[in-house]
């Protein structure tokens, strides 16, 4: 349940640890006839995972002008907040802009010369009163590595089929085996749904005669359904990431994980890719993963017959992304082959026969693309069923990361085809950057990795008109976007927050930054890159991380059904760590949550105050189980952020 698209479920409860502010017990400036003020008090914001040596760093206070400007700070070691303890001092920056009525005023505190490492927190004096949570200082790899690590970990809670126990993901939330009928599974025709994809307009769903092993792979977020777009988008990410972070052994078993599930979801006999395991929306006779709030071993006890409404919650239906043999739509294609040339790549020096079998599952898939649409007149790409779950206006940037990829692996293994794919790319990457539907870094738009690779592929050479300084002009068109929206905001946030995916563009912006700089050698926006993984980790208005289990405000009520049922729910202990939320949204999104008669209540505060003394800008932020707006966690959102973190961990 993942953006607009997927109306998610709900999840657990707890109240955070201290952070944000809260008054320190300094006293104010002398007023009056001798009496003295008591301070304001602020509230401080910083990175809470920390910061990394030799990075601009910087951290944030808000509260009423009056009392800012004539506020100080002190940085001390959080183990010792001793006056001896101090490591710098000064006055806090100028004003960055108005937040909302109670907080009108934010100003910075630059934390740039502190470069020792250790762990250390800000406490304000003077006419303010404050402290932050605290925060490291350290080099990259020492950060966020952990926090790679803990991505990991969510993907393995994630996993689907009867292998969830097994010694390798020992460590992560658990549940037991799962959805075992996903081994011989019904394949259904497409399901027909209203413009909106609120209603499905079959009575009920036709079976095709087909059936189909498609057990195992990941949940999607915080339900039970299996999306190919999005498993392909992930899978493709974990093996770019493995590039970085290549001995961590539990990334690379996790990407095999998912590897494994999309060649069960490629039939290359029948030439037949399907797109989904599972139903979210449906009608009363056809009730569906979304209708219920359950542990996912519950699915496997039902006692059901076919007809009975329940029937495809336990016998879950496939659906195809086309017809046996026929033109499978382009976003899906080209991803998928992107993930299994990847797949390619990874193998070729250790197995070269296994790479081969790769590359020629990904040149399969990309072969059947339907790129004989037009945008501009056509329906938008096939993404999911229904499509308003992941909704997708463009397709060729799918195409060029599939042929860039291809070519790639095609060079690794000696194959002749490379120039062909690479003059394909070429051609994909053209259209895109003729189109209009450009966008950032997530998994609606993968043209940052694309872009990339395809560059390295080229080598300086040109293809069907596009050489490297076209694709590296984009990659800074997207930064350029994101460093203009960050310039008229309070808090430097570059992704738009009063909507879906805040937090996965923000971490899609640090990846796209970080591999700019990789690739051209580029500095200029690695400050940039800094404030918006210092944004997304609690550098932002409501002095929350939005990864469960980093720093010390985090998420303690994903809305997540494992998580709820069968985790803890004071934000210790069995948690999702690990998941990335989707952070704040519309405020009129969050109108109306989820619930569901099973569900746990859970409902978690911030240190001081409530999460609507800091909403502002149109954007709101709620930690309860039944925010699936703001709380859900997604596997989109996860991978994005563990790329980030991995090319960060190379500062």
Known sequence: MNSPRK?????????????????????????????????????????????????????????????LAGARFKVVDAENSAENSVVTAGRLGVSTGRWNAKYPSVRTVDLSALDAPGTYRIILSGTAAGRSPAFRVAGGRELMTPLVRDNVRFLQAQRDGADVLSD????????????????DATVYGPPEYDKEGTELLDERLTPTGDHVDVSGGWFDAGDFLKFTGTTSYSVAELLLAQRDVPDMAELSAEA???????????????????????????????????????????????????????????????????EPGEAISASLAGRVAAAFAL????????????????????????????????????????????????????????????????????????????????????RWAGA???????GTLGVADVSALAHVDLATVLDGDRANGIGAEELYEDLRRQLEDGLARAGHDPFGAGAVYDDFDAVPHTFGLVATARLYARATGDTRYAAFAGRQRGWALGANPWGSSF????????????????????????????????????????????????SFPTMKKCTAAPPAGAWADFDGKGARYLDNVGAWQTVEPALDFTTTALLAFALTAQT
Not at 291 to 311: F, H, I, K, Q, T
Request: glycine share 12%.
């Open 256 to 322: 095999s994980h998912g590897l494994s599930w999309l060649d069960r979801m490629w039939d290359e006999d029948s030439e037949t890719l399907y797109a989904q395991v599972g139903i979210g929306v449906g009608n009363d006779a056809v009730r569906t993963d979304h209708d219920v709030w359950r542990l996912p071993e519950a699915d496997d006890r039902l006692d059901v017959s076919p007809g009975d409404p329940d029937y495809t919650i336990k016998h879950r239906p496939v659906f195809r992304a086309a």
């Open 168 to 183: 390798d993901v020992r460590g992560a939330l658990r549940h037991g085996p799962s959805h075992l009928a996903d081994q």
């Open 7 to 67: 109306p998610g479920l709900p999840v657990i409860a707890a109240v955070g640890l201290g952070t944000l502010l809260v008054a320190a017990g300094l006293h104010g400036l002398p007023f009056g006839g001798g009496t003295e003020t008591p301070p304001t008090e602020v509230a401080v914001r910083v990175d809470q995972v920390g910061y990394v040596r030799g990075e601009t760093k910087r951290a944030y206070v808000m509260g009423p002008e009056a009392a």
């Open 343 to 426: 797949g390619a790549q990874r193998a070729a020096d250790t197995d070269p026969e296994e790479a081969q079998d790769w590359l020629g599952k990904a040149a399969a898939v990309y072969a059947l693309a339907d790129t004989d649409t037009d945008t501009d007149t056509d329906e938008p790409p096939l993404t999911a069923f229904p499509n308003s779950f992941y909704p997708e206006d463009s397709w060729q940037d799918d195409m060029e990361f599939g042929g860039a990829e291809l070519a790639l692996a095609a060079r690794e293994l000696g194959d002749e085809r490379e120039s062909d794919w690479a003059d394909d790319a070429a």
């Open 432 to 438: 895109y950057l003729r189109s209009d539907v450009q």
């Open 547 to 594: 990864v469960i289990g980093a720093g010390e405000v985090y998420p303690h009520c994903p809305e997540h059904q494992l998580a709820n049922l069968g985790g803890s729910l004071t934000g210790k202990g069995a948690i999702l760590r690990g998941g990335v939320v989707n952070g704040p949204n519309t405020a009129a999104k969050l109108e109306e949550l989820n």
